[in-house]
């Protein structure tokens, strides 16, 4: 499996240590999680846009096809 190395301030790092701890879990695996949640996160969001950009297209072209018609 490949690896990253992460550099966090102290604070940062006694943050995820505290965290990661409060959970019973590894930094690491409490770090992993939380950057593929990120990635999932952005994922469903640009999904999202894309999805709105369509509905607003489709939206667009269903209501300029008369108009675009009888300019043609």
Excluded: C, W, Y
Excluded at 22 to 32: D, I, L, N, V, Y
């Amino acid at each position: 499996m490949a690896g990253l190395n992460l550099r966090f301030t102290e604070e940062e790092l006694d943050a995820l240590r505290a965290r990661a701890e409060s959970e019973g879990r590894s930094m690491q695996s409490f770090a992993h999680d939380a950057v593929i949640t990120a990635i999932d996160a952005v994922i469903t969001a640009i999904n999202e846009h894309s999805r709105l950009f369509d509905e607003a297209a489709d939206h667009v072209l269903k209501v300029s096809e008369e108009p675009n018609r009888r300019l043609a």
